[in-house]
T-cell receptor, first 116, second 109 residues
């Protein structure tokens, strides 16, 4: 299957700092990328959908000024958690699709964020 | 009512057993059906991708889709301890994906 690379896999930061997570599609052009948050033993929670070259669409309840998403190219999307607080600690996962009705969805390996 | 319903389990089976995982859905617009396997603290891995009603086999895995009943299944034959993971069903319409909550599976050696 296609490869989606997500970095870093683990990050620890101090409260108040910002953290950037990168998601890259390595062998296909990702027209659409999705960002999820996952708490232990719970399902994926969609945070936002980003299409290359346009602003991300955020799900209800997700603060767009706190979770900045950039999808500047067909192979790269970034999620920046601004002024992180301990309650932002979570597992963040990106996924990417080439778009089109029958295109599959591939996931990155996830990023565990711990805010002290 | 959720778009996709999946029993969260947990499900525990002995090694070698046949495992049946199921999801139901309510939206008849869903056209594509997927199963993902997720190990703890890892991203989901695509296992099966199907479009039409019927069965699709890949090694020990068989995906079954019944569009008339809005029901999909994943069967795992000769289950192994390495199959212990959370299994997510997913469905697609247009460019939107909808996920089940996941079923936690443990295969006991």
């Amino acid at each position: 299957g296609a490869v989606v690379s997500q970095h870093p896999s683990w990050v620890i930061c101090k409260s108040g700092t910002s953290v950037k997570i990168e998601c890259r599609s390595l062998d296909f052009q990702a027209t659409t990328m999705f960002w999820y948050r996952q708490f232990p033993k719970q399902s994926l929670m969609l945070m936002a959908t980003s299409n290359e070259g346009s602003k991300a669409t955020y799900e209800q309840g997700v603060e767009k000024d706190k979770f900045l998403i950039n999808h500047a190219s067909l192979t790269l999307s970034t999620l920046t958690v601004t002024s992180a607080h301990p309650e932002d600690s979570s597992f963040y996962i990106c996924s990417a699709s080439a778009g089109g009705a029958n295109e599959k969805l591939f996931f990155g390996s996830g990023t565990q964020l711990s805010v002290l | 009512q959720k778009e996709v319903e999946q029993d969260p389990g947990p499900l525990s089976v002995p090694e070698g057993a046949i495992v049946s995982l199921n999801c139901t859905y309510s939206n008849s617009a869903f056209q594509y059906f997927m199963w993902y396997r997720q190990y703890s603290r890892k991203g989901p891995e695509l296992l099966m991708y199907t479009y039409s009603s019927g069965n699709k086999e890949d090694g020990r895995f068989t995906a079954q889709v019944d569009k008339s009943s809005k029901y999909i299944s994943l069967f795992i034959r000769d289950s192994q301890p390495s199959d212990s993971a959370t299994y997510l069903c997913a469905m697609k319409t247009g460019n939107q994906f909808y996920f089940g909550t996941g079923t936690s599976l443990t295969v006991i050696p």
